[in-house]
């Protein structure tokens, strides 16, 4: 199977900057799409950021020249700074990542992948 970790998450003053990271671990051959949601309370689970395998990124309206995300191949990880933050950017933060892998008997193709999530509390 596979694990999607996150981790970074935390309280920050507004303006203030985080940078939360995502693991994926397992038997993978190849991480295509990787991604950041995040769900407010009482809101539905939005996108904030995605990248493809080849660094192509599409960012959410609400975070355009706030957040930056990136991702390390090599070590199936994806990455968003996020500086300049606002209350409104307080949710629960879900890394995703679309995944080829085998579970030791049989190989899957692309299949979704969610983490735990982490909270990001923007408050002062």
């Known amino acids: 199977q596979v694990q999607i970790v996150e981790s970074g998450g935390g309280l920050a003053q507004p303006g203030g900057s985080l940078r939360l990271s995502c693991v994926a671990s397992?038997?993978?051959?190849?991480?295509?799409?990787m991604g950041w949601y995040r769900q407010a309370p009482g809101k539905q689970r939005e996108l904030v950021a995605t990248?493809?395998?080849?660094?192509?990124?599409n960012n959410a309206d609400s975070v355009k020249g706030r957040f930056t995300i990136s991702r390390d191949n090599a070590r199936n990880t994806v990455y968003l700074q996020m500086n300049n933050l606002k209350p409104e950017d307080t949710a629960v933060y879900y890394c995703n990542a679309e995944v080829h892998y085998s579970d030791g008997r049989y190989t899957y193709g692309r299949s979704n992948f969610w983490g735990q999530g982490t909270q990001v509390t923007v408050s002062s």
């Open positions: 397992g038997s993978i051959f190849k991480i295509y799409d």
């Open positions: 990248i493809t395998d080849d660094g192509t990124t």
